[in-house]
């Protein structure tokens, strides 16, 4: 038992590097699967590049889509815009399209780990890389020249292995080497900036490291709260509205809240100095008490580093 909540406490603390890792391990050994069941170069001079740019190019595409679609910050934003278009531009049209951006802009950086993961991965391999420069008449001539004659039309058929032209099938390990260049540039690029932005999103916290680490215990708890007091109250609501249909009865007054309510916490997080708030629903319940209004005031902001807020517990869209 002591082995379980060690590894418990583990994922609990680390889900986020977790997680990723997870999908950089999954990524990596998908793209060593296609590269070496599925990917079969055409060797052809008609076929070779986009044959080799669709599989370099379309999973990362796919991957990068497919982190928008399960990140909770992505339908958080999404749910509801088109009805609140209207009233939004009564109400600060400007500032939450801002808002709306710098989202984005932080759900692009998630999803592109994937994609990432996968172009590094099949540059190192060489595969993909190969297949579509051989197709490529500019760099086939580039490559050629100073060879033999028939380098340029042997070249697509060197990643098949039946190039006649000994220069055309040694120009494969340059092809090679150049790839895995490319990618070893890449993995270095992206740690970098990895680095960078975390440095700076850190540095320039508007809270501490040690209230970051309450802030992110109160979201756990909040979310864990919130979804047994929901199960009790529709649980209720549930079993009075069904014992009423069959009793023919008027139903009981349950206080539950309104549409404008859910709005108000289910909108993205913004923070303010003046007012310390560690969740919309925090944010709402002590503003309703002074204010029903729940629009922008000045000095609120996206904060990259608090962008865990509307995202407690890594939930995914399947658990929305």
């Given amino acids: 038992m002591d082995k ?10 680390h889900h986020s590097t977790l997680g990723y890792g997870l999908v950089t391990l999954l990524t990596a050994g998908g793209e060593r699967l296609f ?10 001079a008609t076929w070779n590049l986009p044959y080799g740019l669709v599989f370099l190019l379309v999973p990362a595409l ?15 934003l999404l749910t509801g815009c088109c009805a609140r278009g209207a009233r939004g531009a009564r109400t600060g049209c400007c500032s939450a399209g801002l808002r709306g951006a710098l989202v984005c802009a932080q759900l692009s950086a998630a999803a592109a780990l994937a994609p ?6 099949a540059l190192l391999g060489g595969a993909f890389y190969e297949c579509a420069a051989t197709g490529s008449a500019p760099l086939a001539r580039r490559l050629c020249q100073d060879r033999e004659p028939t380098c340029e039309a042997q070249l697509p058929l060197a990643p098949c292995h039946q190039a006649q032209a000994s220069d055309a099938q ?5 092809l090679t080497a150049q790839s895995q260049v490319l990618g070893w540039s890449l993995i270095a ?5 990895f680095l960078i932005f975390t440095s700076i999103s850190r540095c320039l916290s508007p809270v501490s490291f040690l209230q970051l ?12 709260i919130l979804k047994s007091q929901a199960t009790e109250h529709a649980t209720e609501l549930a079993k009075e509205n069904i014992k009423c ?3 023919c009865t008027h139903p009981k007054e349950y206080n539950t809240p309104s549409i404008e309510d859910w709005q108000r916490i289910s909108s993205l997080y913004t923070f303010n100095p003046k007012e310390q708030y560690y969740s919309m629903l925090h944010k709402y319940v002590n503003r309703k008490e002074k204010s029903h209004s729940m629009r922008s005031n000045e000095g609120d902001a996206v904060i990259p580093v608090l962008g865990f807020v509307d995202t407690p517990g890594m939930n995914t869209a399947a658990e929305l």
């Fill in 170 to 174: 040694d120009l494969l390990k340059e």
């Fill in 4 to 13: 379980i909540r060690t590894v418990l406490d583990l994922h609990l603390k």
């Fill in 116 to 121: 990432l993961t996968w172009v590094s991965v």
């Fill in 213 to 224: 680490k309450f802030w992110k215990i109160y979201l756990e708890q909040e979310q864990q």
């Fill in 35 to 44: 590269s070496t069941v599925v990917f079969q170069c055409p060797c052809s």
């Fill in 189 to 193: 690029v992206v740690i970098i900036f």
């Fill in 62 to 76: 796919a991957l990068f889509l497919l982190g928008y679609v399960l990140n909770a910050r992505t339908w958080r």
């Fill in 245 to 247: 249909f069959f009793e």
